[in-house]
C-alpha cells in the first residue's frame, strides 16, 4: 500500500488527521494534501481577483465534500490558533499544518479576528447543511462561503 510505504507523507496525514488513521487513510485515497494544494491556491486567487466567486465554487464542487470542509475548517482553526497566542512567525508550535504559515498570513490580520470566528460558524453551519441531506444547493452554499472569506480577508 502506497499509504504505509510512504512514511513521511504517512506521519503528515496521521499529523494533520489528529493520528485518526482511517481518517488519514481516506485523506490519502481522496488525494491527500493536493486538495489542500488546489483549494489554498483557489483562495489565493479568489482573494486577488483572479478567480470569481462563482468560478471557485465551481472548483469545490469537484473536491470531496468531507475533505473540503475538513481543510477549511484546519485552516481557520490553525489561524485562530496562531492569532490567539500571537505566535512570532518563525515559530509554529501552534499551527497544525506549518507548510500553510505563508497563506495564513496573507489570510490574517489581529484585526479581523472576530470576523474569523463568524466565518468558521459560517463554515460549519453549510457543513451541517450538506451532512444533513437537506437537499441543500451546494453552488450556493459555497458560492455563500467564498463571499464571506473575501469579506473577511478584505477587512484587514
Not at 504517512?10 to 489542500?36: V, W, Y
Not at 481577483?49 to 465551481?58: H, I, N, Q, R
Not at 477549511?72 to 518563525?90: G, H, K
Request: glycine content about 4%; charged content about 20%.
Amino acid at each position: 500500500n502506497a499509504f504505509v510505504n510512504d512514511l513521511s507523507s504517512t506521519k503528515q496525514l496521521l499529523s494533520i488527521s489528529d493520528n485518526r488513521p482511517l481518517f488519514a487513510l481516506a485523506m490519502h485515497e481522496a488525494g491527500g494534501t493536493q486538495i489542500c494544494d488546489r483549494l489554498s491556491k483557489g483562495l489565493k486567487q479568489l482573494t486577488q481577483g483572479d478567480l470569481s466567486v462563482v468560478g471557485m465554487a465551481e472548483q469545490c464542487l469537484d473536491e470531496d465534500e468531507e475533505q473540503l470542509f475538513f481543510w477549511l475548517n484546519l485552516w481557520l482553526a490553525d489561524m485562530a490558533r496562531w492569532l490567539a497566542v500571537r505566535v512570532d512567525v518563525q515559530d509554529d508550535q501552534a499551527l497544525k499544518l506549518t507548510r500553510m504559515r505563508s497563506f495564513y498570513q496573507q489570510m490574517v490580520s489581529a484585526n479581523n479576528y472576530p470576523q474569523l470566528f463568524a466565518l468558521s460558524d459560517l463554515v460549519l453551519d453549510a457543513q451541517r447543511q450538506l451532512q444533513s441531506g437537506s437537499n441543500a444547493n451546494k453552488q450556493l452554499l459555497l458560492e455563500n462561503l467564498l463571499i464571506a472569506w473575501c469579506d473577511w480577508v478584505q477587512q484587514k
